[in-house]
């Protein structure tokens, strides 16, 4: 499977407008982390969450298709049996970059976004690269890095 690209990690990261799919209430699961840290670097973020009416305090969506304005790319953290749906969903809105969260992705919705011409990043953690990076992750980044793994 093709791996990430860094200019494809670089050009989501780009995007200020994000939707979060698969964000949880519970601050326990990552996918609530990544809602949380993203928002206090400055990231505008839409929940979507078909179960929640809202989340910290924001309005939640129950699609991609209901968000009010167009955003730059979709974080996808959602159970993998899920991803694959949410990746159509996000081509359907006119969504042309993804992430797939590590623990959302899955072969299937990697290759469905490349047939559907989206930008695809997975098998990386956004806080990993979403600046600044927090102390566990920019640990994560430097090891990796020592390890040769990060995107070229």
Known sequence: MKTTSRAAVEDFLAQRVLAVAGVSKNKKKFGNTIFRELREKGYRLF????????????????????LPEEVGGVI??????????????????????VWLQQGAETGEAISL?????????????ILMFAEPAAFPHKAHRW?????GKLPR
């Open 143 to 147: 090891i990796w890095g020592l390890l």
């Open 113 to 125: 976004g490349r047939e559907k011409g989206l930008s695809v990043v997975h098998g990386e953690c």
């Open 76 to 97: 996808i953290v959602t159970p993998p049996a899920e991803t694959a749906k949410v990746v159509k969903d996000a081509a359907d809105a006119g969504i042309r970059r």
């Open 47 to 66: 929940p979507v969450n078909p179960n929640a009416a809202e989340i910290d305090g924001e309005k939640c969506f129950s699609s991609l298709k209901e």
